[in-house]
């Protein structure tokens, strides 16, 4: 399972996603878009929106932290 977050530090919903995933044992890259311009470019490709955070499992994008499409795709 690949899966990317796309987050920035100041983000709530971004620590609780990531820690969604942590809680499961799931394994993510996880890339701060305030530091890295490439992936905010890519998120924003990937996504259509700058907000965070931006969820990508296995190409099925997710914008915001949505538990319930989280449990879809990593179940």
Same mark, same amino acid.
């Given at each position: /399972?690949?899966?990317? %977050?796309? #987050?920035?530090?100041?983000?709530?919903?971004?620590? /609780?996603? !990531?820690?969604?995933? !942590?809680?499961?044992?799931?394994?993510? #890259? @996880?890339?701060?878009? #305030?530091?890295?311009?490439? !992936?905010? +470019? +890519? /998120? %924003?490709?990937? #996504?259509?929106?700058?907000?965070?955070?931006?969820?990508?499992?296995?190409?099925?994008? %997710?914008?915001?932290? @949505?538990?319930?499409? %989280? @449990?879809?795709?990593?179940?």
């Amino acid at each position: /399972m690949n899966i990317t %977050i796309y #987050s920035t530090p100041t983000c709530p919903y971004c620590v /609780m996603a !990531k820690n969604y995933f !942590k809680q499961k044992n799931v394994n993510f #890259s @996880d890339y701060d878009v #305030s530091r890295n311009q490439s !992936k905010a +470019e +890519e /998120m %924003i490709r990937l #996504s259509g929106q700058s907000g965070v955070p931006v969820i990508n499992i296995n190409g099925n994008i %997710i914008r915001g932290f @949505d538990r319930q499409a %989280i @449990d879809r795709l990593i179940n």
